[in-house]
């Protein structure tokens, strides 16, 4: 890990090398953790899943990131993208399972974001959030649809968008 937020008390770590040895982006990583923190103060510290958190973090607070779309163009041409329930886990996995979970959260916050029925939809599941709801009941509210039928949208445009990967790659 090369950054860390402690989004309740404000706090946020990041170091200068990835755990690989490489230099880290350190705007982008502190942008990223900066989310974390946000995020929760919107949100009055809601429970979340992890996939959210990252997702969003990733989404809003990082720029296009190639490693990302890659990794996960190739999950969606290769083993498949997990159910959200199996990314919760994936953050925890080797590094090729933390690397699609991540990719993958990041794309569907993205989704989330930017969903076509209701813009503003993103904006209402904060506030859920933040009144105490459910995460699931939240996004019911804020979406008119469920989780599962947003990640069913969602996963249903995967491969119209990375149509294009077995060519480049």
């Given amino acids: 890990v090369a950054g860390v937020a402690n989004s309740r008390r404000g706090e946020i770590v990041i170091s200068r090398h990835s755990p690989d040895g490489s230099r880290t982006d350190l ?24 996939w959210f958190n990252e997702g969003t973090a990733d989404s809003i607070g990082d720029a296009v990131d190639p490693m990302r779309i890659d990794t996960l163009a190739s999950a969606i041409f290769g083993g498949g993208v997990p ?8 953050f925890h996995g080797d590094d090729r399972q933390a690397m699609v979970a991540y990719a993958a959260s990041r794309d569907f916050a993205a989704h989330l974001r930017f969903h076509d029925e209701k813009p503003e939809a993103f904006r209402e599941l904060i506030g859920e959030l933040r009144e105490g709801n459910d995460f699931e009941i939240a ?22 968008r990375f149509v294009w990967y077995p060519i480049a790659g």
């Fill in 139 to 160: 996004v019911a509210d804020a979406y008119g649809m469920s989780l599962d039928e947003l990640e069913s949208e969602w996963r249903q445009g995967l491969l119209g």
């Fill in 83 to 90: 159910a959200l329930p199996r990314l919760e886990r994936d």
């Fill in 27 to 50: 705007e982008g990583l502190l942008r990223h953790e900066m989310v974390h923190v946000a995020l929760y103060r919107a949100t009055d510290g809601a429970v979340i899943p992890r």
